[in-house]
């Protein structure tokens, strides 16, 4: 049936509007009766009431309603406008959009990631516990420090040492390691091979557990001489092994030389 294209309106002027009366609330209830001659007013009224309503329904379309029930569309609900504020209809045009929740990252729950991912934020993680965990700059800066050396006391009867950077020193790593570095010249020409560099030089943590012995180099006349580095077990004693008595002059370097501290 098609929608009427007049309305009934009915007692809109003001005369008209003046010529209406309400019905009683016990003659709306009990509506007419037989015999009975209703005044003019009363028709005006009822009629300007229905001429009234059916504007309202006409125009529902363009009224911005609250539904307080739940409403089942069979056929569905059309729009289109995109929806804007949180509580607007969403259309199926934006949903096909969206990307399936089986496809995305969520925020909780453990899931597999493919592809290379790029991230424009270096993303925050926990410490880590297990193998093939994340760890952050933080966690690897602590178990790297950097190196904090300590000079140590040259046996000056035979040696002098660099200064500053160069200094004859020791650093343990993190994993146990102790570094030497540094150089010291000798000041004399002893005879025998095993000469002490520094008695007592490494303290107990930072010795080995039986005497080491590590290549290093001396610096004679332009001519480079291998020479071993033997650190004492029993005293912490650095000392130069050598083949040959080395020579008051000759410079030796100790950077490079690492062992294993087992005590």
Known sequence: MAQPTDLPTWATSATGIAGTTAPTSGQQLDGWVPGQKPPAQYFNWWQNRVGQWLS????????????????????????????????????????????????????????????????????VVPTPVASGEAASKGYVDGKFPAPSWTNFTLNTSAWTGGTGAFAPAYWKDSFGVVHLKGYAIATVSPGGTLVPIGAGALPIGSRPLGDRVVASTSWRSGAARSVGIHMTASDGSISVDQTTAHLSGDVLYLDGVTFVAEQ
């Open 56 to 123: 309202y329904l006409k125009n529902l379309t363009n009224e911005a309603l609250t539904w307080s029930a739940k409403h089942t569309f069979a056929a569905g609900l059309a729009s289109s406008v995109a929806p804007s504020a949180a509580t607007d209809v969403v259309r199926k045009t934006e949903l096909d959009t969206k990307a399936a929740d089986s496809a995305v990252v969520h925020l909780a729950g453990a899931e597999s990631v493919a592809g290379v991912k790029t991230f424009s934020s270096s993303p």
